[in-house]
């Protein structure tokens, strides 16, 4: 391992050099993230799984880094031009990027101008014109490089300008000035084309708009992104061009006063013009898509992990059910385990209409199966359905609640070979029912089986490099499904794949090996399962739980390799059983069993608390027994709901209404907001307060603040921003071109410009 890069490491991340190197040592021995995370905690010093992601990723980066800074040095030596000056400038580099600029000058080219310009022999001329002489007759000098290839002195003055406008282009430093001078100084110009096809004018608010560069917000520069893409939108950069041509000029000459100081600027204008400008306005919208993508993955990827890492409804009989209209609403009951009980089909709205009939299919089995909570997903014909349930409980006093489920990808599994092979004789609206209702049960176990692209709480994802989001989702499911772990006797194929350790193939020999033996009674017999070498088994086995087997220690999340631990620490504190919260550690006896503290902690904590699930420390799903209508609603009033979906502008809410309510980002605080999850997350519980209603259109807007408390806080932004200013200020207003300052968007701003973009959740 380079001991540089180690350093260096530690010093980005702010922790000890032997941190990061005891981490790298365990990833190369082959250990799993969540492992090292977990049960080598003394060696790590106690990171968790993204800090270790962290030293990998970046290791690999730098070691990617040096060893390409490694291969250009050597490339530019073996042409003969490598100084010192090259050498310090390239290994100072940071970044990649910075490796290519400084390497771009020697980069063999074929088809340039100048390229073809050097082959005629002009090279010299061009050098001659760049040593800047004070005396001399440029057509005389040109006049020495006429051959067969060089007509006349034009030709080969031309040909030697070409060769500085291309120095010009490749000259590192001048591109990184350029690139900052635009992104700092610059304006982003969007204009509809002529014809664009845009019916539901989605991309209207960008028809003629322009925006400091460094200012615009990541989802407009994805927005700008597709409307270009799909030819509605033309883009462009506005900055002043020539501050950089002068720039250029005066890094070539500087104060010198040189006979061939006009055929340099020629070049220079040339050459920021024809090549660089074009070239670094690309770097800048690469870079801003680039910070846009790593945004919206990371959004992605936090709204994935808040959705899998809902509390579940342990010990409940759950219906699922499927609303829809003309094909019926599909019923699954489930046991508290999942296990599928019943199925059937009622046709209580348009254009069947059987309400009585549908009401007493429900009332019966509710009663059958003592049903305790109804699943009801958030599709079509959903809160028509959400009343007929809420009518039903309130008409038969039943002890009865119910939940709006996000039924996003729901279709998408029940379609799926995994489902066809669970439920073969169902049809796959029937499938969708018991998914549904499972989200309640173990919204882990169920959404772990379906494409988290599929789920429902991305922005822009089609659009975002697949490659790097699935990998960061990949990531994000990893650390929920191992902070939770899994049963071993109950735990689908999917969710053991996700598992430490493990694959697709370890994970069918384990269920096989469970299909044909029975439960697990301990985990030793994982040993016994095909493709379980002692490494994986290892990596696993402490995330494998065993509820009612032979070893009472199989049920917590202490690793096997310290059951002789855990058993020392229980007999000298006198402990006979697992599961009492209120049990006293003889703290100097424990001690003097030389128990490293991070295990020693973990241990404790399991033998108090051995079934302790990850999820219970967030909240759980909103159950309701009462329906609302936007008829009830008035302006003010205050309203629990949950979130379904987190975006850069605002946070969708759902308040039990046909569409999520918007509580947009300048309606969440006091104080400023730079992203709606700094707030909220996915699943979150939240009180909020209704602000405007749109009834003709079914929509209403929301607000975390209290009403009066933001209109007062409105208020006071309004009377700064009127207030008079000095001098000093004069000329420092933004000049946004045709549009507000992005605290003024009202609802209509954000709904009616990118809802249909995202859809409703």
Known sequence: MNEQIIKELA??????????????????????????????????????????????????????????????????????????????????????SEVEDLYRPYVQKKKTRAAMAIKKGLQPLADWMLSLPKEGDLKKEAEKYLNEEVANVNEAIQGAEDIIAETVSDTAKLRWSFRDFIYNTGKIVTKVKKNAEDEKKVYEMYYDRS???????????????????????????????????????????????????????????????????????REVRSQLSDRAHDKSIEVFSMNLEKLLLQPPLKGRVVMGFDPAFRTGCK????????????????????????????????????????VEIIAIGNGTASRESEKLVADLIHENSLPVSYAIVSEAGASVYSASENARAEFPTLHVEERSAVSIGRRLLDPLAELI????????????????????????????????????????????????????????????????????????????????????????????????????????LDKTSIHPESYEAARKIMEVCGIKELGDPEIEFDEAKVKALGIDTFTLNDIETAIKQPLRDYRDQFEGALLKSDVLEIS??????????????????????????????????????MNRVNHPSEVVSVGDIVTVY?????????????SLLPLDQLNKRNTGRQERNHKPKNKLNKGNKKDFKKKKPEDDYTYEDAMKKLLERFGKH
Request: aromatic share 6%; with cysteine.
């Open 449 to 552: 089986k379906i494409d988290p692209k599929s789920i429902g709480v991305g922005q822009y994802q089609h659009d975002l490099p697949q490659k790097q989001l699935e990998e960061r989702l990949d990531e994000a499911i990893m650390m929920c499904v191992n902070r939770t772990g899994a049963d071993l006797n109950t735990a689908s194929v999917e969710l053991l794949t996700h598992i430490s350790g493990l694959n697709s193939s370890n994970a069918k020999e384990i269920v096989e090996y469970r299909n044909k033996n029975g439960k697990f009674v301990n985990r030793e017999q994982l040993k016994q399962v095909k493709k379980m070498g002692e490494k994986t088994f290892q990596q696993c086995a402490g995330f494998l739980r065993i509820v009612d087997g032979d070893e009472p």
């Open 331 to 370: 019923l699954a009951v489930l046991d508290s385990t999942g296990k599928m009980l019943h199925i059937d089909k009622i046709y209580p709205h348009e254009p069947v209409n059987k309400v009585r009939e549908a009401k007493k299919i429900l009332l019966d089995l509710i009663k059958k199966y003592k």
């Open 632 to 669: 009830n609603l008035k302006v003010g009033d205050a309203l629990a709901g949950t979130v379904r979906n987190v975006v850069d502008f605002g946070a969708f809410v759902d308040i039990g209404l046909h569409e999520d309510g918007l509580v947009h980002i300048t309606r969440m605080s």
């Open 11 to 96: 010093d980005s991340l702010k922790i000890r050099v032997n941190q990061v190197e005891n981490t790298l040592n365990l990833l190369q021995q082959d250990n799993t993230v969540p492992f090292i995370a977990r049960y080598r905690k003394e060696a790590t010093g106690g990171l968790d799984e993204q800090q270790i992601l962290a030293i990998s990723k970046q290791y690999e980066y730098e070691v990617k880094l040096a060893e390409r800074k490694e291969a250009v040095l050597n490339r530019i030596a073996t042409q003969g031009k490598l100084t010192d000056e090259i050498r310090d400038s390239i290994n100072a580099a940071t970044k990649l």
């Open 690 to 702: 209704v602000a405007e209603i749109d009834e003709a259109r079914g929509r209403v807007q929301l």
């Open 211 to 281: 925006e400091r560069v460094n200012a615009i917000a990541d989802h407009r520069v994805m927005a700008i992104d597709r409307a270009e893409k799909e030819k509605v939108l033309t883009v462009s950069f506005e900055y002043d061009d020539k501050a950089l041509i002068e720039e250029a000029f005066e890094s070539l000459v500087g104060p010198v006063k040189s006979v061939v100081n006009d055929e340099i600027h020629f070049a220079c204008e040339d050459g920021c013009k024809r090549l660089l400008f074009t070239s670094v306005e």
